[in-house]
């Protein structure tokens, strides 16, 4: 797998293919969609409607959005966040990791979250942080799988839904 970071071109767009790309994830995903809230209809996610939820995590400055790529294709996304809002929390955040429905379990979810825990270790981060929308039992069974510990229950800040915050040391 390769990662590329993310960037927009000097007018602030995507370019046009990987947007298709990026879109095809996203609608790939419409059971998480459809739980989340994020896009008015998770049956039509429409480019326009990705290029805006990545310009809003590309103007972030803590914010890093990371593409994964197999056999030239993208096959996920990772949004991190080297620094919560909230100053008495001293982790990163992983805002997002989502693969193609149809490449999961291929172990690309695995290994995205493992490289991206790896730059945090290697920037001498003592633990990462997500937050599991309630309802998202395949998702709290992946990140679990991988280690994480529930370590509170809370709304997440964004959109005031009800989530599971996890947490890996990185020894």
Known sequence: MILE???????????GELLTELTA?????????ALSGDFPDPDDIRP???AAALADELAEPEARVL???????VVGIGITLDRHPDPA???PWIGLLMVDAGQQRRGFGSELAGRIEER??????TGVRLAVLAGNDAGLAFWSGLGYET??????????????VLRKPLL
């Open 5 to 15: 970071p993310l960037t927009s071109g000097e007018d602030g767009a995507l370019p």
């Open 25 to 33: 994830l996203y609608a790939s995903n419409r059971v998480f969609h």
């Open 48 to 50: 326009e409607q990705v």
């Open 67 to 73: 593409v994964a790529r197999s056999e030239g294709r």
């Open 89 to 91: 929390d001293p982790d």
């Open 120 to 125: 945090f270790r290697a920037d001498g981060r």
């Open 151 to 164: 370590i509170d229950h809370r709304n997440d800040l964004e959109a005031n839904r009800p989530c599971a």
